[in-house]
Nanobody
Framework: QLQASGGGLVQAGGSLRLSCAASGRTFSSYAMHWFRQAPGKEREFVAAISWNEATYYEESVKGRFTISRDRAKNTVWLQMNSLKPDDTAVYYC???????????????WGQGTQVTVSS
């Protein structure tokens, strides 16, 4: 089970840190991902970190978001800086055996956490 938290309301230019805590099984060998879904839009890839800590980012968040993990704690974080109104969405953590930006190929989903960025 994946439990995401840390969302909220923030002004443009602000920061939030999302957490995703895993329970019930270990995901240390999995690539951990963050996806997001804005109202009326499809779910899209945001960031991922592989088992060996290689990182991947969607182009629009590069330089602003940082994904990290602690495999011993079975936890993944997404540090989001310089937030923009376009970042407003429900953010989901997810696990897959290997990195993929395709949300259809995810093995495990967490519940979402709402991020709202006001202008």
């Amino acid at each position: 089970q994946l439990q995401a938290s840390g969302g909220g309301l923030v002004q443009a230019g602000g920061s939030l840190r999302l957490s995703c805590a895993a329970s019930g099984r270990t995901f240390s060998s999995y690539a951990m991902h963050w996806f997001r879904q804005a109202p009326g839009k499809e779910r899209e890839f945001v960031a991922a970190i592989s088992w060996n800590e290689a990182t991947y980012y969607e182009e629009s968040v590069k330089g602003r978001f940082t994904i990290s993990r602690d495999r011993a704690k079975n936890t993944v974080w997404l540090q989001m800086n310089s937030l923009k109104p376009d970042d407003t969405a429900v953010y989901y953590c997810a696990a897959r055996r290997a990195y993929s930006s395709n949300p259809a190929s995810v093995d495990y989903w967490g519940q979402g956490t709402q991020v709202t960025v006001s202008s």
